[in-house]
């Protein structure tokens, strides 16, 4: 590790000693400070492998993604009770700060997965959605306008803020179900979904990810698609990472991983038709007109991502 990466660890490890001291993680001046702090240490893209960090270093980092996911709970909690002040709150949700994000973000997942569907996806689950669940939102209203969206999410008070968010809008809150259930617990409901978004917070640990993947390859239907959030370099810090190779039982697609404020890492994956299929995965390539159609998608910021293409994954 050299000097600028030596120094980049010592004030994650520093800010992460700060918040963990912070009496509460909930939305304040100096809780933002430290975590604006924080993201703008992460995003620029710097090649940093975690997995070679020290155990102290691992030992950190664990800490502070479980911190930042209880604070980004709270905040979002915080602002779905502001956005349904409003009449309609769906029509205020600039007011959150990072709603930009989820634009790009949620464009950037629909553009990787048109290339690997021949027909608009009609039933779709996202698992870990939320109290404020922007990325079924934005989905629902400015990608998939027809397909109904399933939200999973473990908390029953998350669900109640997010159906509360889509009530003022009947036509959204006509395709919006929201479920309190551990995705553990899904089984035969899986294989009616074309599409399964699985949310980067969910199964923090790399082995409980793993649980989760390998349990959607079980009972997801043959051919279903998977698109879970990951992060690279920096931003591992703030986010669990994904490898490919984690996705056995499915057919890996694509992987992108951002150059730009969006942070989540994107992997696209297919369960293979045979079912749930075990050791290494192909990376498939879309058709060649598919790739010029997606010249179409501009994201504004020049060369927004880099695509790993992995010629074949280790079993």
């Not at 893209?45 to 020290?54: E, F, R």
């Not at 956005?83 to 600039?94: A, G, I, R």
């Not at 009530?167 to 009616?192: C, K, N, S, Y």
Request: charged letters at 20%; one cysteine or more.
């Amino acid at each position: 590790m050299g000097n600028e990466e030596e120094l980049l660890v010592q004030r994650i490890s520093e800010i992460c000693d700060s918040i963990s001291k912070l009496p509460s993680l909930s939305p304040s001046e100096e809780v933002d400070n430290l975590f604006t702090e924080l993201v703008h240490l992460c995003i620029p893209v710097i090649p940093l492998d975690v997995v070679k960090l020290s155990s102290d270093v691992q030992a950190m980092r664990s800490k502070l993604i479980k911190l930042c996911g209880e604070a980004e709970g709270l905040l979002e909690s915080h602002y779905s009770d502001v956005l349904t002040s409003f009449d309609n709150p769906l029509d205020h949700l600039s007011l959150f700060p990072y709603y930009s994000n989820y634009l790009k973000l949620s464009h950037l997942e629909y553009s990787l997965l048109s290339r690997y569907v021949t027909n608009p996806p009609a039933r779709v689950a996202f698992v870990g959605s939320g109290p404020l669940p922007l990325s079924s939102v934005v989905l629902a209203a400015r990608h998939m306008q027809e397909a109904e969206l399933h939200n999973y999410d473990l908390d029953a008070t998350a669900n109640a803020r997010a159906r509360r968010l889509v009530q003022g809008d009947p036509g959204m809150a006509a395709r919006m179900a929201f479920h309190t259930e551990d995705v553990l617990a899904v089984t035969h409901a899986l294989r009616g979904y074309d599409v399964v978004f699985l949310a980067a917070l969910v199964g923090i640990g790399h082995d409980d990810k793993i649980r989760v993947v390998d349990h959607l390859a079980r009972h997801m239907a043959p051919g279903a698609l998977l698109v879970a959030r990951s992060a690279d370099g920096a931003r591992a810090f703030l986010y669990p990472v994904v490898e490919p190779a984690d996705l056995k039982g499915f057919e890996v697609l694509t992987v992108h991983h951002p150059a730009d404020e969006v942070i989540n890492s994107v992997i696209v994956a297919r369960k293979p038709q045979g079912g749930h299929a075990a050791g290494a995965a192909a990376v498939a390539r879309p058709c060649k007109y598919c790739e010029m159609m997606q010249g179409f998608h501009h994201f504004g910021h020049g060369s927004m991502m880099e695509e790993v293409a992995l010629e074949e994954l280790p079993s």
